[in-house]
Each structure stands twice: as C-alpha cells, then as structure tokens.
C-alpha cells in the first residue's frame, strides 16, 4: 500500500517548482537561478517561470499569474460530471493539484 509521507509544507515546496506562465509589468533581461533561467521579462508578453518566482512577483506587485488551463471552469466542471457518470474512474488531475491551488488562492 502506497503511502505518503509529505507534509503539506513539503507537498507546497515541491509544488512550487511547478511552471506556471506570468504576465510582468516590468522589463529585465534573462536571469540565471541555480534551477535555470528565466525570462527574458517584457512587459505585457508571457512568461514561464516556476510557481514560486512567480509567488514572489505577484507578491511585489511585478506581475500577474496566468491561471493554469486545468484552472477553468468548464474543464472542471466536466471533470465533474466524468465522475458522476461513471463513480468507479476517476478524473486525472495535474501533479499537486491541491497544493497549487492552495498556493495560487491564498496569495
């Protein structure tokens, strides 16, 4: 039997390494992390970078968080309704689904 012995703290930091797309408000040239580089940053054009540059960005008002594909209702909703037809499969969700959304909704 397969069981997990993470902390919340420990699934959110795992989670945090999740790339997710942000649209800055500022502009900066590519910057090197030990975890890889990011950017280059324009205002108004897309970026991907890992959840928690992206927390800290939103956090210092320097961006905004794209939410994630999965994040939409329709999608969710049909998922939902999978589910209800047929009790005995459930509906693949992304890795550290909770945790991501935790993280996105309480900052």
Avoid at 21 to 29: A, G
Avoid at 41 to 59: D, E, I
Wanted: proline share 7%; glycine share 2%.
């Amino acid at each position: 039997m397969w069981r997990c012995n993470n902390s919340i703290n420990e699934l959110e930091f795992l989670a945090e390494n999740i790339s997710i797309e942000i649209i800055p408000n500022f502009k900066k040239d590519e910057i090197n992390l030990l975890c890889g580089k990011y950017g280059p940053f324009k205002p108004n054009r897309p970026t991907k970078v890992p959840l928690w540059l992206a927390l800290q960005y939103k956090k210092n008002k320097k961006c905004r968080i794209v939410p994630p594909g999965w994040l939409e209702f329709e999608i969710l909703a049909n998922k939902v309704e999978q589910e209800k037809l047929n009790e005995n499969n459930l509906q693949e969700l992304p890795y550290y689904f909770f945790e991501i959304l935790l993280l996105l909704f309480n900052k």
